[in-house]
């Protein structure tokens, strides 16, 4: 016997935990299924975090999950760390609202929310329920979603949302058959770490925001040895500060269209506030809201050219480090424990002595080389190209032409309110994303903010509201 309901949403981290807390807030009765495999709703990958040095990466005052209310976190800390919790905030020395909040921490904030919703919800009989399964297969049949769980049971509902987040580069089979997940640590797994020779090389592939939280892992296990990262260009997350306020440039000039516009006048608007004394951040950050018009008006050539060419500056300068996280950073590279190079993965090469050996090339150099190490943390990244995750749903989506790949191949097409597109590139009435499988989309789609504004655009949408 399938269940039934009006909504049936697609896993349970920040995305579809949101989408349910907006569905519950707003008038009339519905009944939502939220098909999550892990214990607990509202964490994903992101806010599973553990350790208080896993820090959201940017303070407070960015980070509320409602559209409505920027303060919304500020004010849920103001009141936790008020009750108690949360005492090692005092370290930080600054206002609420400049607080780098720890991951975990966040994850009970999504959650209190969303155990709100759920009694402003239950006045108008809508309600919340947690199904712990994966979803393994989505068809769509006589103006019904039906889905099929892992453990055997099917559901039927009205509409059906993909919030299925990020899919691990190292997942997928490409980098499997590599043996790459096989040998690598998680960046997250503190305990692992603590296993190793504290005086022991660790070698890390990538050099964004994931290898800043897996160096403060290895901090956290009592890792005192070298650590030597490599990564295509070699260009480390630059510290997040709070600059002041910049003329928005970019919404009066709307002739900015192509990624070489973008660059040349955000180039010279932070020459500007250089010259004036002012961080080069505050130009640069009033570029954020702006990027989704500017990435879905421009031609898969430009978005080409952008990713080439721009995305790795614009990763470091734009997904910034926690300010802590940054000062360890610091000063490891000052003890010289940090040796950050510019440098591609070439492969695993076996290791008859033990610990792990990797083939890479250095940057401008033509021969590959052998580095050794003890152990091998991969923070390279994530896979959006769907017809690489080695997950049965995208791969039955696709072969059912339910979905087809979004701008270059990253996640999945869909239109503006979300609808997915089909393999012939038509609107689903049934079936929506939200979060990162719209990054073709949007470019930027998994933020918090982002995130959260989808959330409540799409819950309109399926309430008929919007
Ligand atoms: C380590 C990390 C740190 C981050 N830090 C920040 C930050 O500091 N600030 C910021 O703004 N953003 C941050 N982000 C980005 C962003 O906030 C998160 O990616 C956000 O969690 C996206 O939410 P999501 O629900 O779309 O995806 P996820 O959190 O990935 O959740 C998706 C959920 O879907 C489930 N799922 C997948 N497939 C299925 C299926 N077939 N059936 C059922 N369930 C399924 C998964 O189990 C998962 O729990 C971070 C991301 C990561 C990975």
Redesign the pocket.
Known sequence: MSQSADILI????????MLAVQLLRLPGRRKVLI????AELG?????S?VELGH????NAAR?SVDPDNPDDLTQWLTEHIAGGGWPESAEQDVPVSELFAP?GLFGVYVQQRLAEARKVGAQTGSSVEHIR????DLQVDAGSVQLTLSNGQALRGGYGVL????FPAARTPQKTSSGLNAAALDPWDVAAMRQLDPQSTVLIIGSG??MV?ALVSLEQAGHRGPIEVFSRHGLLPHVRRQPPGWIDFLSDDHSIRTPRQLLRELRRHCRAAIAQGIDWQAPLDTVRVHIARLWSQATDTQRRQFVRHVRPWWESHHHRSPPLSAALVERLYKEGRLRIQAASFKGLETSPDGGVRIRIRRRGESQTCVVQGAALINSSGIEYDWRRVA???PQQLLARGLVRSGPLALGIAAAIDGAVLDAEGCAAEQLFA???PLRGMWWES????D?ALQAKALALRLSGLG
């Open positions: 697609i896993g349970g981290g920040l995305s579809g935990t098909i999550e495999p892990r964490r994903g990958e992101a806010y975090a820090t959201l990466n940017g980070m991951r399964a994966e979803v393994v919030a299925t987040g990020m925001l994931t939280d997950r049965p749903l939200m979060g990162p998994t933020a918090v903010t995130v």
